[in-house]
């Protein structure tokens, strides 16, 4: 009974948690969650069309609670962002998701790795530099790290483009996440040194066999191929919305059909054999 409770308690909590205090426990737990080594990546296969070899991965965060067990991002990171701890959080992801690919690409010296990158984190106009900093401390190449940048009102600043400009002339490349949902995709294709469109998920459901279904997602590919960008379609959970977006000329592809997101260890067994 008592536990019942306090298992509606939590999911409440967990509800509501969008209209939180910034002074309530939860962002006081997630202030020293960093410090306390509570978060977890986990990797999930970006895979090669049509063959469906593994060509990266995408890093995923998630909050080990101690109370709550693990928390999807959508619990916390808008929180991070509010509390001012994505910072901090984004730099463990980017240290932790680096030495970790810098093992993996000694197996397959191709691998990519995408991160996340909040918008926020643009703010700090040290973050080009602690990117490059934490490449150069872990060995892992420039060249295989793609950051996805999701549109906010910071990436249209300068300091911010100029930013991104920096990490791009270090070989690094960037990635428009959920491409085709926000205003302004568009815009921000002409002002950022952009080499990736990932499709959103939303359009690659639509692909359902009827031209209409599939016009957005055939536009978006259809850019992408016009201005020589890497294409790859997010959500992807049928052999016939893979089959589609072969045909429509998708680079590459993410989503359950494939895998889900996976620890670590999983990941492995995705590369290539150790023949050493
Ligand atoms: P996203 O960048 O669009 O990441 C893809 C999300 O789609 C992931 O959710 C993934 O688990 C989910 N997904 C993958 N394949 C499928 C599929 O076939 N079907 C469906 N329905 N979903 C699929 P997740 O891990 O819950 O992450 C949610 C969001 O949280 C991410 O969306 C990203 O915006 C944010 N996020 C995750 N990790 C980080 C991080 O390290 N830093 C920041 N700033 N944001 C992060
Ligand atoms: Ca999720
Ligand atoms: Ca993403
Ligand atoms: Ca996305």
Redesign the pocket.
């Known amino acids: 009974r008592q536990a019942e409770e306090q298992a509606a308690g939590r999911a409440a909590w967990v509800c509501y948690e969008p209209g939180m205090a910034a002074g309530s426990p939860l962002a006081e737990q997630l202030r020293r969650a960093v410090a306390e080594g509570q978060l977890r990546?986990?990797y999930?296969p970006i895979v090669a069309l049509p063959d469906g070899a593994l060509a990266g991965a995408?890093?995923?965060?998630?909050w080990a609670h101690p109370e709550r067990g693990l928390l999807?991002?959508?619990a916390f990171?808008p929180l991070a962002?509010r509390i001012g701890v994505?910072g901090e959080?984004?730099r463990w992801?980017l240290h932790e998701a680096s030495t970790q690919a810098a093992r993996w690409q000694k197996r397959m010296p191709a691998l990519q790795l995408n991160?996340?990158?909040?918008p926020r984190?643009l703010d700090d106009e040290g973050f080009a530099g602690q990117v490059l900093g934490i490449l150069e401390r872990t060995g892992f190449f420039p060249g295989n790290l793609v950051l996805?940048v999701?549109e906010g009102a910071v990436i249209g600043e300068p300091a911010s483009v100029a930013q991104l400009a920096v990490l791009s002339n270090a070989g690094i490349r960037i990635a428009l996440?959920?491409f085709g949902t926000g205003y302004s995709s568009l815009r921000y294709l002409a002002r950022l040194p952009v080499d990736v469109l990932?499709l959103?998920?939303g359009f690659v459901a639509e692909l359902d066999g009827t031209s209409r279904g599939g016009a957005v997602a055939q536009a978006v590919l259809r850019l992408g191929q016009i201005l020589h960008l890497d294409t790859v379609a997010?959500?992807?959970?049928s052999e016939a919305q893979a089959r589609e977006l072969t045909l429509l000329g998708c680079h590459k592809a993410?989503?359950?059909?494939y895998a889900?997101?996976l620890p670590p260890s999983d990941l492995e067994r995705w590369l290539p054999v150790d023949d050493l």
């Not at 993410?254 to 059909?257: D, L, V």
Request: proline share 5%; net charge negative; no cysteine.
């Open positions: 990546l986990l999930q995408e890093a995923l965060v998630r999807e991002p959508d990171v962002e994505i959080l984004g992801v991160v996340n990158v909040s984190q996805e999701t996440d959920d990932k959103d998920r997010e959500g992807v959970e993410q989503g359950y059909f889900r997101p």
